[in-house]
């Protein structure tokens, strides 16, 4: 267990989705796998009740 606060773990998550939304724009081309992985992190983040829920 992290012993993460429910604010910490929002916090993280929220993090988690700027970088992949970032992975995802910034290598479509140059990256493909890169971006692909972006896009699979962004659909886990949003797809957490725990984040959505709190928004």
């Known amino acids: 267990m992290l012993d993460a606060s429910e604010e910490e773990w929002l916090r993280g998550a929220a993090w988690a989705l700027q970088q992949a939304m970032g992975l995802v724009w910034y290598y479509e081309v140059s990256n493909p796998a890169m971006a692909q992985l972006g896009r699979s992190t962004v ?8 984040v959505t829920a709190s928004a």
Request: hydrophobic share 25%; proline share 0%.
């Open 43 to 50: 659909r886990r983040v949003l797809s957490d009740r725990d």
